[in-house]
Antibody
């Protein structure tokens, strides 16, 4: 059974760095073909894809946030980490991690974690 | 970046009626489009991939069509559990992008 679960702070101050962790089960991050993306959704808003991290450590980032995002993994812990620097109130959103299949569709999602950027 | 425009923003229908949702791409994406269903407080769920293929476990009342720039998600006869927000997503070019969503609400 494939599951993903996000964890991290619910509140960050503007200018701070956000670090979120996605813990996966039911598949291995080191298995060929394994890919995990981060996607966010502001309250009442649209989904926005942020990054994808592959089993071989290939990484892909959305253009507009490229300079602020970093993704990495710890295969021994089955975890994928997202960091976003210089947080702004506009970054307030629910952040999801999702398994990404070979066709770049998202077939399993975590429950999401709401992050509020506010002083 | 490929922009996906969904219409209408809100669709008000009664159970048993047919729903037709539209997703238009700013440039041709062949059939590289998926649809997701999202209920309040839940993560999205993949329902259609490659424009017309139902994902595992998705009922036959859901169907997708289209190619190039114009795509449609149809729900043949709305069940109470189908009232939700639907999002389209393209995988043709980086970055991966989503549409703004269509809310299907009970009339």
């Amino acid at each position: 059974q494939v599951t993903l679960k996000e964890s991290g702070p619910a509140l960050v101050k503007p200018t701070q760095t956000l670090t979120l962790t996605c813990t996966v089960s039911g598949f291995s991050l080191s298995t060929r073909g394994s890919r995990v993306s981060w996607i966010r959704q502001p309250p009442g808003g649209a989904l926005e894809w942020l990054t994808r991290l592959d089993w071989n450590d290939d990484k892909f980032y959305t253009t507009s946030l490229r300079t602020r995002l970093t993704t990495s993994k710890d295969t021994s812990k089955n975890q994928v980490v997202l960091t976003m620097t210089n947080m702004d109130p506009a970054d307030t959103a629910t952040y999801y991690c999702a398994r990404t299949n070979g066709d770049n569709y998202f077939d399993y999602w975590g429950q999401g974690t709401l992050v509020t950027a506010s002083s | 970046e490929i922009v996906l425009t969904q219409s209408p923003v809100t669709l008000s229908l009664s159970p048993g009626e047919r729903a037709t949702l539209s997703c238009r791409a700013s440039q041709s994406i062949s059939n590289s489009l998926a649809w997701y269903q999202q209920k309040p407080g839940q993560a999205p769920r993949l329902i259609i991939y490659d424009a017309s293929n139902r994902a595992t476990g998705i009922p036959a009342r859901f169907s997708g069509s289209g190619s190039g720039t114009d795509f449609t998600l149809s729900i043949s006869s709305l069940e109470p559990e189908d009232f939700a927000v639907y999002h389209c997503q393209q995988r043709s070019k980086w970055p991966l992008t989503f549409g703004g969503g269509t809310k299907v609400e009970i009339k």
